[in-house]
């Protein structure tokens, strides 16, 4: 059975960086377009960084620039390097194939002060 297991939330100021990481197990995710999402309160879902199998990336505009997905497909892990971030990007974070095909993990809270 799959299974995500995301970290590397915490508190920060505003401006500040956090890395957080997403590994899987039950399945090989070197073969699967992955995804970081993110849940504010109230709000739904969102997509917040998508990485191909070939390494391509591709960003919202709220986060262009600030945020970098990477991938070790050796490790099955995806990872997402957030900076200059922003009270706005208060949310749990999660990770997930981009069909959303995989048991959703238990999330990352990232909080961010103003």
């Known amino acids: 059975q799959v299974r995500l297991v995301e970290s590397g939330g915490g508190l920060v100021q505003a401006g500040g960086s956090l890395r957080l990481s997403c590994v899987a197990s039950?399945?090989?995710?070197?073969?699967?377009?992955m995804v970081w999402y993110r849940q504010a309160p109230g709000k739904q879902r969102e997509l917040v960084a998508l990485?191909?199998?070939?390494?391509?990336?591709v960003y919202p505009d709220s986060v262009k620039g600030r945020f970098t997905i990477s991938r070790d497909n050796a490790k099955n892990t995806v990872y997402l390097q957030m900076s200059s971030l922003e009270p706005e990007d208060t949310a749990v974070y999660y990770c997930?194939?981009?069909?959303?095909?995989?048991?959703w993990g238990q999330g990352t809270q990232v909080t961010v002060s103003s």
């Open positions: 997930n194939t981009r069909l959303k095909d995989y048991p």
């Open positions: 990485i191909t199998t070939d390494g391509s990336t």
């Open positions: 039950g399945s090989d995710i070197s073969v699967r377009t």
